[in-house]
C-alpha cells in the first residue's frame, strides 16, 4: 500500500507570494490534516478535512486555508507569504471514520520544506 | 497553549544502552501516541497506548501511561545508532477529529 505522498518536497518562495502544497492519504483513508513544524513552535496543527469538510482547525490566520477533494486529496494554500511561514509542512492521513475508528493512528508525508525569502 | 511537555529535550547515550523518555499533557485523552522523526523528515508512528491501559510492549519499546499524572514514558531498550532522531508524544483530541497536540519532543543521539 503506498504511502502519504506530498508534493513539492521543497519549495523557495518570496514574501508576498503565495503557494499551494499538495497531499495525497492512503488509499481509503478520508482524514486529512496539516501541520506545521518549526524550531521555535514545534508541531503545530493547522486544519483537519474529512469527506471533503473541514472539521477542525488551528490557530493560525486566514492566510492558510486548504481543500480536499473527493478522492480525499488535499491541498493547502498560503497566500501573502511571510518569512515566519518558512517551515517544514507534514500532511498526515487516518481512518477517521465514525467512532470506532476515530483518534487512531496518523500516517505523516515526508514534508514540503517551504522556505521563504 | 495546549502543547504537551517532555523530557530530556536532549538525550545522549551510548550503543547498547537504555532511553528513557518522558511526557506530560494537559487534557483528558483517549490514548497516547509515540512517534519518531528522522532529521526534517516525516514522523513515523510506533507505539500507541488507550487511556485503559498502563502498559505497552512493542519490540524494543516500552510505554507506561499514569493518567492521574497525565504523563507518559516511553523506554528504548539496547538502543543501536539507527535510533537516533527526535521523539515525540502526541494526545488526539477528544472528540470526532483526527487532530494530534504534539509534545516538545526528546532529540535522541545514540552514539556507535
Known amino acids: 500500500k503506498a504511502g502519504v505522498t506530498q508534493t513539492p518536497r521543497y519549495l523557495i518562495k518570496t514574501r508576498g507570494q503565495q503557494v499551494t502544497l499538495s497531499c495525497s492519504p492512503i488509499?481509503?483513508?478520508?482524514?486529512v490534516s496539516w501541520y506545521q513544524q518549526t524550531p521555535g513552535q514545534g508541531l503545530q496543527f493547522l486544519f483537519e478535512y474529512f469527506s471533503e469538510t473541514q472539521r477542525n482547525k488551528g490557530n493560525f490566520p486566514g492566510r492558510f486555508s486548504g481543500r480536499q477533494f473527493s478522492n480525499s486529496r488535499s491541498e493547502m494554500n498560503v497566500s501573502t507569504l511571510e518569512l515566519g511561514d518558512s517551515a517544514l509542512y507534514l500532511c498526515a492521513s487516518s481512518l477517521g471514520g465514525g467512532t470506532r475508528k476515530i483518534n487512531t493512528e496518523a500516517f505523516f508525508g515526508q514534508g514540503t520544506r517551504l522556505t521563504v525569502v | 497553549s495546549q502543547q504537551g511537555e517532555e523530557d530530556p529535550q536532549a538525550l545522549s547515550i551510548q550503543e547498547g544502552e537504555n532511553a528513557t523518555m518522558n511526557c506530560s499533557y494537559k487534557t483528558s485523552i483517549n490514548n497516547l501516541q509515540w512517534y519518531r522523526q528522522n532529521s526534517g523528515r516525516g514522523l513515523v508512528h510506533l507505539i500507541l497506548i488507550r487511556s485503559n491501559e498502563r502498559e505497552k510492549h512493542s519490540g524494543r519499546l516500552r510505554v507506561t501511561l499514569d493518567t492521574s499524572k497525565k504523563s507518559s514514558s516511553l523506554l528504548i531498550t539496547a538502543s543501536r545508532a539507527a535510533d537516533t532522531a527526535s521523539y515525540f508524544c502526541a494526545t488526539p483530541l477528544m472528540g470526532a477529529t483526527n487532530k494530534l497536540i504534539f509534545g516538545t519532543g526528546t532529540l535522541l543521539a545514540v552514539q556507535p
Open positions: 488509499s481509503g483513508h478520508r482524514s
